[in-house]
Nanobody, 130 residues
Framework: VQLQASGGGLVHTGGSLRLSCEVS????????IGWFRQAPGKSREGVAC????????NYAESVEGRFTISRDNARNTVYLQMNDLKPEDAAVYYC????????????????????????WGKGTQVTVSS
């Protein structure tokens, strides 16, 4: 099982990036997916999540309206489109996936770290210059 994140880089304030997370070892169908980030000296933060049916998404308040999570099950890939980037968005970004269903295993709980996601990828660095 492997989740490989890519697409990070250096961008100016106001710019855009699209992160990708290629999944191997299992199919993304029926998995809850999420993006998290960690800046130097700070705790890991939940950024965006989509449920297993892709009919519900949840975002951190700080990125609401600027970031969009999506998936392509045929390509087994998760995306995070990031627009209007700000210096405070700079961090290492991680993708994650979880197969568990039911109360307590939704996006809200995932982003709040009420449970630990099953699978995590290595991060990709996003740097935003002011």
């Amino acid at each position: 099982v492997q989740l490989q994140a890519s697409g990070g880089g250096l961008v100016h304030t106001g710019g855009s990036l699209r992160l990708s997370c290629e999944v191997s070892g299992f199919g993304l169908d029926y998995y809850l997916i999420g993006w998290f980030r960690q800046a130097p000296g700070k705790s890991r933060e939940g950024v965006a999540c989509a449920n297993e049916r892709d009919d519900y998404t949840n975002y951190a308040e700080s990125v609401e309206g600027r970031f969009t999570i999506s998936r392509d099950n045929a390509r087994n890939t998760v995306y995070l489109q990031m627009n209007d980037l700000k210096p405070e968005d700079a961090a290492v970004y991680y993708c994650a996936a979880d197969r568990r269903l039911g109360p307590g295993y939704g996006c809200l709980q995932a982003l709040q770290f009420d449970f630990d996601m099953d699978y995590w990828g290595k991060g990709t660095q996003v740097t935003v210059s002011s």
